[in-house]
């Protein structure tokens, strides 16, 4: 076959070593148990890790082969103590973020805004409000960072993805207030470590993380002053969606059961009249203060609110966490987030249902959807969102060689309008193809195709002042992906990589190609 | 033949026959003509002070409040206010480029305009503004109001139907929408890596494929938007001095605008001045001197379209009117905006106003909102294109009353 002789003619001699590894057994994936692999054909493999991983690529296809795809499926639903390769890890560990508690993050960086703005001359005021700004800004880099380095390196590829999928989903934006000193913690705290648990540990963590109470102004929500942001969006965006059955006055009253949640970034507590003093909590920079929470009689959803002070609080969460509204909203959310922008009914339904008997575990539901053959059987029509679609490019071309530089990545996720905590609206970014393929969106992202196809494009450039750069060659055109997916390129695809005039045209083409926009 | 037209033949011939994509017609060939209705909006993101760009005059209160930011009332001194009318007057940083402008009739304002929108977060604001809606009324997001606008406006003739486009990295919220948009930014420009026989064979790829037309339009604009710079580095090359920020980048716009797109969608930020924002000169009236420069460059690069189009600059909010404690000022509630356009009434102060005074403030703190941004925008979109009242309420759901403020 005329592409075939291509393919070797650049194919690197040890990306073919690696692919033959997993070619040459090309035994079928062993399924068994609950959690059924895919087809077992090369290319039907390839698109099933490639929807169920942040891109398909050797390393992952070789873990995947050795365990089989059962076992291993179950160990993404359970990770445990996923670790990345040393230097990714190094670099995360020596970040502030990494060092620094939330409360002692925020009191460092509440104490440089308060000296820049006690500063009488205004030349060196706005000089040390700009400090404060760029520190700010480094702390969310850093998260960002992190964020990449991790989707792209954790064995715990599900994990990582639904860390994304949750920090989506209750969004929050780092221009507030001073939110990108939090955007690590949340992530981190409030996230990750419940990305596949229960929905109800996550939702707690989430409605009391001082990022999303800064963000959705519950801090400001109190007795006689009531902010309905917060609540509104809890039970909008966040449980039962926007037609979860729910009124203005449920609203209304939701807002009052949070009354009190809020953030204190004072080292003091505040004065309470006596009898409260039982009622307040505080750990950090959280607290619900009793004093502001509004004692009356309350009813959420045609219940009474019988608690007293945070119990209100848990009882209202509880209620959210166990409507059917929220299974079917939250399963439709995910199903569309990983499978299509139009979910086959039946199978949301069915994810609803193990949400149902499950209360609410979402590696359970996801078992419920991975193992189903719509999932199994699908071909790649869904559109990959510019996250995926740099993350997916940089996985297949560098697979587990690992950045030194994730700028480049973290830009052209930019550049295509998907940043990292860069979402202004409480709703997340869309999760649908129409957000993302319009056209400046592609041209862009043909001109990322070429930046990753013809060589490291920085990524292996270190910061500093004496910035090195490793050379680093895209290893795109291995047998591995092209055996395997070659079935799945359409002859138009085919004809244009066979115009190609060196191996980096090839890759830009490749990765340029309808099929490399969908998973 | 003159170079520029002959650069300009010969880019478009290469690049047609480069590309030779079925189906797409290029857009110089579809293009409106130049008795065609152009709008453009400017949204100044970060709160623009309507204080210091249209100062009210005669409020002995403002002098109080203000005692170190007020700009001195019209005067002989180049550092004092610009005449406009009794009541008001314009920064001085905009002499030489927009008040040519209002005295030759092609600039009005529209002061005590803005949202009903309360929250005074930027975020919030902005993004209310660009959905256009009711507020409270629901949150759908990622309709925009100019979205709405061109999709109303579509199927019209030719000649009216304006193509829209966003100026912007992103998409901007109010041309996002059921219309499919393009998007370019036009602020730092490079040569595309991807060549144009590369872009032939991607396209390749996509024949036959839902994208296909996406990927096609896709790279035409960006080969129209290569094409009309070419001029500007024909001038550099030349020994011109290049325009800078803002102007550079309102230019393009115009090209781009006077041949393809009529109705556009560009921000500038930078607006946010709680700190040291200064007066007749200082960090405000830099940003105030360089969005004037950029505006008077659009309109002279606009060429014979200048005379149908209208460009609306408005910001989320205005910002207190007191001065705070840092010779700045804070988040506030009413604004200004202008409008321009060689299809414009100019010469004047219009809508709703009270004399400003202690009194009249909003809380105790703002301008007050009189003229709602949407009843100013309708107003202008019905003379414009002849909208009817039910189409209005196409692109401003829930909100009645344009007023016709005889704008255009």
């Not at chain 2, 204080?51 to 019209?74: G, H, M, N, T």
């Not at chain 2, 009236?285 to 460059?297: H, I, P, V, W």
């Amino acid at each position: 076959m005329r592409s075939d002789t291509r393919l070797l003619r650049f194919a690197p001699l040890w990306g073919l070593c690696v692919a033959l590894l997993f070619l040459s057994g090309c035994a079928p994936l062993p399924s068994g148990g609950v959690a059924d692999g895919p087809a077992p054909t090369a290319q039907a493999r390839y698109e099933w890790l490639n929807r169920i991983t942040w891109g398909a690529n050797t390393s992952t296809a070789r873990v995947v082969e050795q365990q089989g795809s059962a076992r291993w499926l179950q160990q993404q639903l359970q990770p445990q103590g996923a670790s990345l390769p040393e230097s990714a890890q190094a670099t995360v560990s020596a970040m502030t973020i990494s060092q620094t508690g939330l409360t002692d993050l925020v009191a460092t960086m509440e104490k440089q805004r308060k000296d820049a703005d006690a500063l009488r001359d205004d030349v060196a005021k706005k000089a040390a409000q700009q400090a404060y700004q760029q520190e700010l800004n480094r702390l969310a880099r850093e998260a960002a960072t992190r964020h990449v380095l991790r989707a792209l390196y954790s064995p715990a590829q599900v994990q990582e993805q639904m860390t994304w999928f949750w920090l989506n989903h209750f969004n929050v934006h780092l221009s507030k207030h001073n939110l990108r000193a939090m955007l690590g913690d949340y992530e981190d705290s409030a996230l990750r470590p419940h990305a596949l648990g229960r929905f109800r540990d996550l939702l707690g963590a989430v409605s009391y993380h001082p990022a999303m109470l800064r963000y959705l102004d519950n801090d400001q929500n109190a007795a006689g002053r009531i902010n309905e942001n917060f609540a509104r969006e809890l039970m909008e965006l966040h449980t039962l969606g926007v037609d979860g059955g729910y009124t203005q006055k449920d609203v209304q009253e939701l807002a009052r059961v949070l009354t009190g949640l809020g953030v204190n970034m004072n080292s003091s507590n505040p004065n309470l009249r006596k009898e409260l003093n039982r009622l307040y909590v505080r750990k950090g920079i959280f607290e619900f203060n009793p004093q502001r929470h509004d004692t009356g009689p309350k009813a959420l959803l045609g219940q009474a609110i019988t608690g007293e002070g945070l119990a209100e609080i848990e009882q209202a969460l509880d209620l959210l966490t166990r409507h059917p509204a929220t299974a079917r909203f939250v399963s439709r959310k995910l199903a569309t987030f990983w499978l299509s922008d139009t979910p086959p009914q039946a199978l949301v339904d069915r994810m609803a249902a193990t949400w149902r008997a499950t209360d609410g575990q979402i590696a359970r539901v996801l078992e419920t959807l991975f193992t189903a053959p719509e999932f199994t059987n699908a071909r790649p029509t869904k559109f990959k969102d510019p996250m995926r679609y740099v993350l997916s490019s940089v996985r297949l071309a560098y697979d587990d060689k690992a950045v030194l530089n994730v700028g480049p990545v973290l830009n052209w996720i930019n550049r295509m309008g998907q940043p990292l905590y860069g979402r202004q609206t409480p709703d997340g970014y869309p999760l649908v193809a129409s957000a993302w393929d319009s056209t400046g969106q592609l041209t862009t992202r043909f001109e990322i195709a070429k930046a990753i196809g013809s060589g490291s494009a920085g990524l292996f450039k270190t910061d500093g002042p004496q910035a090195t750069e490793k050379a680093a060659f895209p290893q795109l055109a291995n047998a591995l992906y092209y055996q395997a997916i070659q079935n799945g390129l359409s002859s138009a695809t085919r004809a244009a990589l066979d115009q190609a005039n060196s191996p980096q045209e090839w890759n830009t083409f490749l990765l340029a190609a309808p099929e490399s926009m969908r998973r | 033949m003159q170079r520029r037209q002959f650069l300009h033949t010969a880019l478009h011939t290469s690049a047609a026959a480069a590309l030779s994509l079925p189906g797409v017609q290029l857009h110089a060939a579809t293009g409106p003509t130049t008795g065609a209705p152009r709008f453009l909006m400017v949204f100044l993101r970060g709160g623009m002070d309507a204080a210091s760009l249209l100062p009210p005059v005669s409020s002995s209160f403002y002098y109080e409040v203000r005692p170190d930011i007020a700009i001195a009332k019209p005067d002989a001194d180049l550092t004092s206010a610009l005449p406009l009318t009794a009541d008001w007057g314009l920064h001085p940083a905009l002499r030489d480029t927009l008040y040519p402008l209002y005295q030759q009739g092609e600039l009005a304002f529209v002061p005590y305009s803005g949202t009903d929108n309360l929250s005074r977060s930027h975020f919030e604001t902005q993004d209310s503004i660009e959905l256009g809606q009711q507020n409270h009324s629901s949150t759908a997001y990622g309709s925009g109001f100019l979205n709405r606008l061109a999709t109303q406006l579509q199927g019209r003739p030719a000649v009216t139907s304006p193509a829209p486009m966003a100026f912007t990295d992103q998409l901007p919220i109010a041309l996002q929408g059921e219309l499919r948009v393009p998007n370019t930014s036009l602020r730092n420009l490079s040569k595309p890596s991807v060549d144009t026989r590369q872009s032939r064979i991607i396209a390749a790829m996509y024949q036959g494929t839902a994208l296909e037309g996406t990927v096609q339009s896709g790279f035409a604009v960006r080969e129209q938007v290569m094409r009309e710079m070419s001029a500007e580095m024909d001038a550099a090359s030349r020994g011109a001095i290049t325009a800078k920020g803002f102007e550079l980048e309102a230019r393009r716009i115009a090209r781009l605008m006077r041949e393809q797109y009529a109705l556009g969608f560009v921000d500038v930020g930078g607006w946010d001045t709680h700190v040291a924002q200064g007066g007749a000169t200082g960090y405000l009236a830099n940003r105030l001197d360089e969005l004037g420069q950029g505006l008077a460059a659009f309109s002279q690069e606009m060429g014979s379209a200048w005379r149908n189009t209208v460009v609306v600059v408005m910001s989320e909010f205005g910002r207190t009117f007191r001065q705070n404690g840092n010779r700045g000022t804070d988040h506030g509630h009413g604004s200004v905006m202008w409008v321009l356009g060689g299809a414009v009434r100019g010469k004047q102060v219009v809508g709703e106003q009270v004399q400003m005074s202690a009194a009249t403030l909003f809380q105790n703190r703002d301008y007050a909102v009189l003229n709602e941004y949407r009843s100013v925008l309708g107003g202008i979109f019905k003379r414009q294109w002849g909208l009817s009242d039910s189409q209005l309420s196409n692109v401003f759901p829930g909100f009645k009353g344009a007023r016709d403020w005889g704008l255009v």
